[in-house]
T-cell receptor
Framework: NAGVTQTPKFQVLKTGQSMTLQCAQD?????MSWYRQDPGMGLRLIHY???????DQGEVPNGYNVSRSTTEDFPLRLLSAAPSQTSVYFC???????????????????FGEGSRLTVL | AQKVTQAQTEISVVEKEDVTLDCVYE???????LFWYKQPPSGELVFLIR??????QNEISGRYSWNFQKSTSSFNFTITASQVVDSAVYFC???????????FGKGTHLIIQP
């Protein structure tokens, strides 16, 4: 049972380079999201998706693109990396954004192990 | 959208002491959800609890307990007889059930000294 899988776990980029962080889940969750974690800032939402073909911006979307062509995959693209994007990135999935009104569903977010990105 | 304040940036206690982590939230939603997550030094995020706003019963799970006070918009987390393995960053995260999911606090770094 893989859960949420993120790759790569570590990446070093130079300013201006592009890259894609991959995220895949095998729980058939409709909801997927990307967070970034910076020291003293907690986790901040970058983008999210409520299902295949549907994405939307979170709190800090600038500099990032996402797409959701399948239920399983939700890649995060950095088009032109900047030092300010140095962070730890977490992908998460859930049956629904926070459980909705379904008492039987814990609504918890299942997180990947994180991807540490350094932009020089 | 929700707002959440975890005023305690860092707490350090000696093993076996009880410790309470505070969480105060703001929301305009009439129905909402409150979560706690743990992030140990290894970095993964571990789900601890989810509480619905219409269920104000406190909950106990082993050494962990949660006190939900809707009147003061607080959802505090207590660890009884703390252990070194409890050392971690703990995040409180409210959610309104909307597509924007959970709003995470900045976290409380809990250090349990042997």
């Amino acid at each position: 049972n893989a859960g949420v899988t993120q790759t790569p776990k570590f990446q070093v980029l130079k300013t201006g380079q592009s890259m894609t962080l991959q995220c895949a889940q095998d729980m058939n969750h409709e909801y997927m999201s990307w967070y970034r974690q910076d020291p003293g800032m907690g986790l901040r939402l970058i983008h999210y998706s409520v299902g295949a073909g549907i994405t939307d911006q979170g709190e800090v979307p600038n500099g990032y693109n996402v797409s959701r062509s399948t239920t399983e995959d939700f890649p995060l693209r950095l088009l032109s990396a900047a030092p300010s994007q140095t962070s730890v990135y977490f992908c998460a999935s859930s049956y629904s954004p926070s459980g909705g009104l379904n008492h039987a569903n814990t609504g918890e977010l299942f997180f990947g192990e994180g991807s540490r990105l350094t932009v020089l | 959208a929700q707002k959440v304040t975890q005023a305690q940036t860092e707490i350090s206690v000696v093993e076996k002491e009880d410790v309470t982590l505070d969480c105060v939230y703001e929301t305009r939603d009439t129905t909402y959800y409150l979560f706690w997550y743990k992030q140990p030094p290894s970095g993964e995020l571990v789900f601890l609890i989810r509480r619905n706003s219409f269920d104000e019963q406190n909950e106990i799970s082993g050494r962990y307990s949660w006190n939900f006070q809707k009147s003061t918009s607080s959802f505090n987390f207590t660890i009884t007889a703390s252990q070194v393995v409890d050392s971690a960053v703990y995040f409180c995260a409210p959610g309104g059930g909307g597509a924007d999911g959970l709003t995470f606090g900045k976290g409380t770094h809990l250090i349990i000294q042997p």
